[in-house]
């Protein structure tokens, strides 16, 4: 069965920056989109980043767009979000995902995110 499991979460202070990691597994991670989403305390889970199974195109929510970067590696079969310039907005639980068709859209408008992480507490101290 699929599986994702997230790492490099943290406590950092304002405007530093974290690496997450999301090494999957189950299935050929290559033929699927990855995706990054968040939940703060209190409100509901949001958008975050997402790249293409090719690792060709990325797409951002507007709240860290140009501040965080997501990446793939295919042959180690993980995908990583590098946040930088953080505040306390981006305090939250982070989660990694993919869909479950392979060779999809990316962008979460148009496609299902089906498969989940157990997420990583990220908190940015001020």
């Known amino acids: 069965q699929v599986r994702l499991v997230e790492s490099g979460g943290g406590l950092v202070q304002a405007g530093g920056s974290l690496r997450l990691s999301c090494a999957a597994s189950?299935?050929?991670?290559?033929?699927?989109?990855m995706g990054w989403f968040r939940q703060a305390p209190g409100k509901e889970r949001e958008f975050a980043a997402a790249?293409?199974?090719?690792?060709?195109?990325?797409y951002y929510a507007d709240s860290v767009k140009g501040r965080f970067a997501i990446s793939r590696d295919n042959d180690q079969n993980t995908v990583y979000l590098q946040m930088n310039s953080l505040n306390s907005e981006d305090t939250a639980v982070y989660y990694c995902?993919?869909?479950?068709?392979?060779?999809?859209?990316?962008?979460?408008?148009?496609?299902?995110?089906?498969?989940w992480g157990q997420g990583t507490q990220v908190t940015v101290s001020s």
């Open positions: 790249i293409s199974w090719t690792g060709g195109s990325t």
């Open positions: 995902a993919s869909p479950a068709q392979p060779y999809s859209d990316y962008r979460p408008f148009q496609v299902k995110y089906a498969y």
């Open positions: 189950g299935r050929t991670f290559s033929r699927y989109a």
